[in-house]
């Protein structure tokens, strides 16, 4: 997201807290637009920054202070929008609880999200901090996840793998249009949100 905006002109910078990741994303990017930044540091960046639109994809949900980062972006006068990605209580979840030999990509997220997030929390979220969502765009991976979960345990339990190969050929080809009818539904796994900051 950092290069593409930069490539757009505008002017960017990303900060991680993973210095490995800047580095590696620096040397992809082919000069320096991402920063390390101690993760005690992210809240007061947050405070002072001259930026007028904040980029969060799939950051918020590994967040534990984040009504205080919601806070911070409130109360800097420069910030007038943020757009964010976060993962949803969605039907990932249900295929979650239903395999739990097999990855948990949302509830789990390698022990490392500390929530998901629905509709009632990110209105609360507009409501308590005074954003105003501008647009959203629901999309999600949980026919890909039931799709992952079907699969390990057809080979867990030795099928054929001709058997195999048929469920894998139905599901690489209709993965879109159920994805799609989850999506219309509101039951996704992720979604984007743009909102306007007041």
Known sequence: MTCAMDRLGLDVTGIEVSKVQVDYGNEMIGKNLLTATSIDDIIPTIKTTESSV????????????????????????????IFFSVPMFSLACVFEILFPDVYARQIGGGGAHTHLFTDNSLNWIFKQFDFSCVSTWRFGADIMDLYRAIVLNLEKNECHSNFISDISTFFQEETDAFQMIVDKFGFASDIHVLAKVH
């Open 54 to 81: 904040l980029v969060f994809i799939y950051v918020l949900e590994h967040v534990t202070n984040l009504p205080e980062m919601l806070q911070a972006v409130k109360e800097n006068k420069n910030i007038e929008y």
